[in-house]
């Protein structure tokens, strides 16, 4: 019983502790580096660095945590995060800023699949399993008002001064580590029983996937939609710095409001349709909005930004409940990584081929391009996604 009220305190402590570390105050990075006399081209193969580096490291932190302690990971990934900022602000050439990426990649993959993991287990020993989607979204609603709070302070440094956002992300990392000091971690198994190896973890999430294969492929398909919609909301950046401040402000200000309010909803709307249907019909939305680019104009950039990321932020709660739900307990942490190893082998591709995209054909043709990239990509998996979701509606009942 006394850890039941242990693991329920978590609850509160995890989302605390994610609305510190994701408070987006660094999330202007491509304006940053650009100020920083880096090219289109090279911000596009920085971020690409990035997501390499995540691309081969998620599932080594992912097993860490399923070995050993979710909350040692997660200390781990803030001064990781730490050690990153300072070479940012050092930074003046490309190669310290290639290492300050490769530091905060390792930073996310320490914190992605972990910081799930540790939420849907605290929940499960507080008694709180059959809640979990109205938590889940609770924590979604509080990353997308931490993030958007974030970009609202960064705005007013991105006259030149987006430099300080970085000592401010050394100081809310130390923050987060104290948060994370005072959970209680998930009690791994007896020194009688069977312990995990890291040749078992892996040998089982590979059982998994041939048992449940459907797993994979709903995986590659949120994770597509994410790498799309970040791609714009990265580069879009390069057009803020030229934009007045107090209209940024407003822009971050209303995206805060839009972002909790469709992260809410998803709570609401994820009790009646699945995860896959909420993820297709903001795919369909999504590219008929990113066609409205072709017309280069400021009110529908700043539109496109907006509704984006609120309807993206709307797919996250609902996909991290059905997720855990027909994931094993000691494989979670390794087998939700796996899920952002595939966002970040989606963003090494796409990411720099966009930067070079926007390079030769300009900003209104290579997001055009992607709203009808978007668009095909659904009529083409539109049968495989609905296999995905019976396969997945099976699961979930027998589960329950």
């Known amino acids: 019983m ?55 490291s998620e599932i080594p932190s992912g097993a860490l945590a399923d070995r050993f302690s979710y909350k040692s990971n997660l200390i781990i990934g803030r001064l990781m995060q730490i050690l990153s900022a300072i070479l940012m602000i050092a930074g003046h050439s490309f190669w310290v800023f290639a290492l300050g990426m490769i530091l905060s990649s390792w930073a996310y993959n320490f914190d992605s699949g972990t910081n799930g993991a540790f939420l849907y287990e605290s929940s499960v020993g507080a008694g709180l399993k059959e809640k979990f989607l109205r938590i889940t979204s609770l924590e979604n609603a ?19 001064l987006l430099v300080y956002t970085y000592y401010i992300s050394i100081l809310l990392s130390l923050v987060a580590i104290g948060i ?40 590659f398909f ?30 971050m200000v209303l995206g805060t409001i839009l972002n909790a ?28 909005i990113l066609l409205g680019a072709i017309t280069d104009n400021n009110l529908i950039y700043i539109f496109i930004y907006l509704s984006l990321n609120a309807l993206y932020a709307m797919t996250m709660p609902a996909y991290n409940n059905e997720l855990n739900l027909v ?8 087998m939700i990584s796996v899920s952002s190893m595939m966002f970040s ?17 300009e900003f209104p043709l290579a997001f055009t391009g992607l709203g ?29």
């Open 2 to 56: 006394n850890n039941q009220k242990q693991y329920k305190k978590n609850i509160p402590l995890i989302i605390s502790a994610n609305f510190v570390s994701f408070f987006g105050v660094t999330t202007f990075f491509v304006a940053y580096l650009s100020s920083r006399g880096m090219s289109v081209v090279e911000i596009g193969i920085l971020e690409s660095i990035f997501h390499v580096t995540s691309l081969l």
């Open 142 to 160: 509080a990353i997308e008002i931490s993030l958007a709070l974030g970009q609202v302070v960064a705005a007013l440094f991105i006259k030149g």
């Open 180 to 219: 994370y000091l005072s959970t209680k971690d998930i009690e791994k198994k007896d020194d009688n029983e069977e312990k995990l190896t890291f040749k078992k973890i892996i040998s089982t999430v590979g059982i998994e996937f041939k048992e449940k294969p459907y797993i994979l492929i709903w995986m």
């Open 222 to 251: 949120q994770n597509f939609l994410g790498m799309a919609l970040s791609v714009f909301y990265f580069y879009y950046q390069l057009k803020i710095p030229s934009m007045n401040k107090g209209l940024v402000v407003g822009i």
């Open 261 to 288: 309010l469709f992260s809410i909803f998803s709570a609401k709307i994820g009790e009646k349709i699945s995860a896959i249907k909420i993820m297709r019909y903001v795919s369909i939305i999504s590219s008929v």
């Open 327 to 334: 994931l094993q307990n000691e494989t979670r942490a390794t």
């Open 345 to 361: 082998l989606s963003m090494a591709i796409f990411f720099p081929l966009v930067g070079y995209i926007i390079k030769k054909l």
């Open 372 to 400: 009808i990239l978007i668009l095909i990509f659904i009529m083409v998996s539109y049968r495989y996604m609905t296999k995905v979701d019976d396969e997945l509606t099976v699961d979930i009942g027998e589960m329950n």
